[in-house]
């Protein structure tokens, strides 16, 4: 396991569109979330520590803003050198921690590049503004991944608050840590 740090990316920076599949083999792009104020694209997979410790995190924000936030998350990572993170697998992770929301696959790994995505989770909040989704935030979930009982900043819940209340995104956006996105050879 190699630990990586998201890269910054300008505020304001446009989503770019994608065509992935659902473990329900349902199709998704930008546009399904049309009828939503923001849209959370959290960048993931099954076998990593920080990735298993943020789904329930997720999950539980789901619960808390789903009504206006759009949420996906994506596994981009190499099932042949990861086959946890294999899309059968992902289909029964969906399952097993009864994810509410899409879980989509990256099987070419040309969306996660194009967001310059680093590691598992990289979460990215994206804010409504004339009908095209802007970075609102990129950072992490928390500050304590392994201890949900310490945390004393919830990064990511603060940016959605933020946006749901029409605030300015928040200026501390510390940068997400987990596993290296597993790249193709």
Known sequence: MVLMESTKLSLGWEAPDFSLKDTDEKVYSLSDFADKKGLIIVFSCNHCPYAKAAWPLIIDLHHKYGKNIGFITINPNDEITYPDDSFE????????????????????????RTYQAQCTPDPYLFKKENGTFKLFFRGRVNDNWQNPDAVKEKNLEDALQRLVNDDLPPKNQPPSMGCSIKWKA
């Open 89 to 112: 697998q992902m289909k029964v992770k969906k399952v097993e921690w009864n994810i509410p929301f899409p879980y989509l696959r990256d099987e070419t790994q040309e969306v996660a």
